[in-house]
């Protein structure tokens, strides 16, 4: 029944997806996944209307997650190099956090097979348990329910090594090659990257959302009376209190986990048409932490304000 309405669909899909229609959708950009190539995905994500075509409020998602994937494309293809020489024909085992109605999460289970080539598992987790009944039926329709599991968790709460093992009736609890985040509000990036650090994962990626804590301990400086610094005009007119904090936020994560032994780049995303929320995090495990990182971090703290990230505390 399930394959008789995917075949149809890919059918309609193949007929809608013309070389033109899809070179004016995708431009000049590198995509991994096209519409005409995962109609069942892209319909399963809701990115696909019912005649296979893409209404414009879904472009946005459709290029946020296809450039994540795109640009872990080197990472991906170091960390299967380092599988593939370490535990040959094992699967590639990601943990989306906060992977909300799995967009990024399906992806990469679609994705990662057919580009590099190995098996993946992929685990979703997030705290609202009704995300992830809508993640568990988009797994289905996507008929991905046996790489992709789900779990409804705080991240702060998961042991997530045995999650995997529940989920997937593995012998034993596995390592876990990279944690994804995309979009994870405020400090729940922060918990990914505690995750991902705590599982001496191989790859962090994130792209982090309304970054509010440090904005928060601003404005209670601001409001303390403290005697005014250089910075005293940024932390007392909101809307650039907010703007600069999420940079210096992600700043401060960025040297966090470089002192944590990870090689960490700051890049953008996509381009701002599709959302202001472009900063990617990309991190690789070199097990070798940066001795100055953490000097620097408390500089950056001082400069700005003498308040720093909570993350700082979790990752000593
Ligand atoms: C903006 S949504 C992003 C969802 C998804 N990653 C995406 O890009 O479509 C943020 C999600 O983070 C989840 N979340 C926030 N804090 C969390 C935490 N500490 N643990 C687990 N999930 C969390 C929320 O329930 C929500 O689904």
């Given at each position: 029944?399930?394959?008789?309405?995917a075949?149809?669909?890919?059918?309609?899909?193949?007929e809608?997806?013309?070389?033109?229609?899809?070179?004016?959708?995708?431009?000049?950009?590198?995509?991994a996944?096209?519409?005409?190539?995962?109609?069942?995905?892209?319909?399963?994500l809701?990115?696909?209307?019912?005649?296979?075509?893409?209404?414009p409020?879904?472009?946005?998602?459709?290029?946020?997650?296809?450039?994540m994937?795109?640009?872990?494309?080197?990472?991906?293809?170091?960390?299967v190099?380092?599988?593939?020489?370490?535990?040959p024909?094992?699967?590639?085992?990601?943990?989306d956090?906060?992977?909300?109605?799995?967009?990024?999460?399906?992806?990469l289970a679609?994705?990662?097979?057919?580009?590099?080539?190995?098996?993946?598992?992929?685990?979703?987790?997030?705290?609202?348990?009704?995300?992830?009944?809508?993640?568990?039926?988009?797994?289905?329709?996507a008929?991905?329910?046996?790489?992709?599991?789900?779990?409804?968790?705080?991240?702060?709460?998961?042991?997530?090594?045995?999650?995997?093992?529940?989920?997937?009736?593995?012998?034993?609890?596995?390592s876990?090659?990279?944690?994804?985040?995309?979009?994870?509000?405020?400090?729940?990036?922060d918990?990914?990257?505690?995750?991902?650090?705590?599982?001496?994962?191989?790859?962090?990626?994130?792209?982090?959302?309304?970054?509010?804590?440090?904005?928060?301990?601003?404005?209670e400086?601001?409001?303390?009376?403290?005697?005014?610094?250089?910075?005293?005009?940024?932390?007392?007119?909101?809307?650039?209190?907010?703007?600069?904090?999420?940079?210096v936020?992600?700043?401060?994560?960025?040297l966090?986990?470089?002192a944590?032994?990870?090689?960490?780049?700051?890049?953008?995303?996509?381009?701002?048409?599709?959302?202001?929320k472009?900063?990617?995090?990309r991190?690789?495990?070199?097990?070798?932490?940066?001795?100055?990182?953490?000097?620097?971090?408390?500089?950056?703290?001082?400069?700005?304000?003498?308040?720093?990230?909570?993350?700082?505390?979790?990752?000593?």
């Open positions: 029944m399930r394959d008789e309405w075949e149809r669909f890919a059918e309609r899909a193949r809608h997806w013309t070389p033109a229609r899809t070179a004016e959708l995708v431009r000049d950009k590198t995509l996944v096209l519409p005409g190539e995962a109609p069942e995905l892209l319909r399963a809701g990115i696909l209307h019912r005649d296979a075509s893409m209404p409020a879904e472009r946005r998602k459709f290029f946020q997650i296809n450039h994937v795109a640009m872990l494309g080197p990472s991906l293809r170091e960390l190099a380092a599988r593939e020489a370490s535990a024909g094992e699967p590639l085992r990601i943990v956090a906060a992977c909300g109605r799995s967009y990024l999460t399906l992806l679609h994705a990662i097979p057919r580009l590099h080539g190995v098996p993946v598992q992929v685990l979703g987790v997030d705290r609202n348990p009704d995300v992830i009944v809508e993640s568990e039926r988009r797994t289905r329709a008929g991905l329910s046996t790489v992709v599991k789900h779990d409804a968790s705080h991240l702060g709460a998961l042991d997530v090594r045995r999650a995997f093992r529940e989920a997937f009736a593995l012998a034993e609890a596995p876990v090659d990279a944690v994804v985040a995309l979009h994870a509000c405020d400090t729940a990036t918990d990914a990257i505690v995750l991902g650090v705590g599982l001496d994962a191989t790859l962090l990626a994130l792209a982090p959302c309304c970054q509010a804590e440090l904005a928060r301990k601003w404005s400086v601001a409001a303390s009376g403290a005697t005014p610094d250089a910075f005293a005009p940024i932390r007392r007119t909101p809307h650039l209190r907010r703007e600069v904090a999420s940079l936020t992600d700043t401060m994560r960025q966090l986990i470089r944590a032994g990870y090689e960490c780049w700051a890049l953008e995303l996509v381009p701002t048409e599709h959302t202001p472009n900063l990617m995090l991190a690789m495990n070199r097990r070798a932490p940066d001795a100055n990182a953490r000097a620097e971090y408390e500089a950056l703290r001082a400069a700005t304000g003498g308040v720093g990230i909570g993350l700082a505390e979790r990752l000593r």
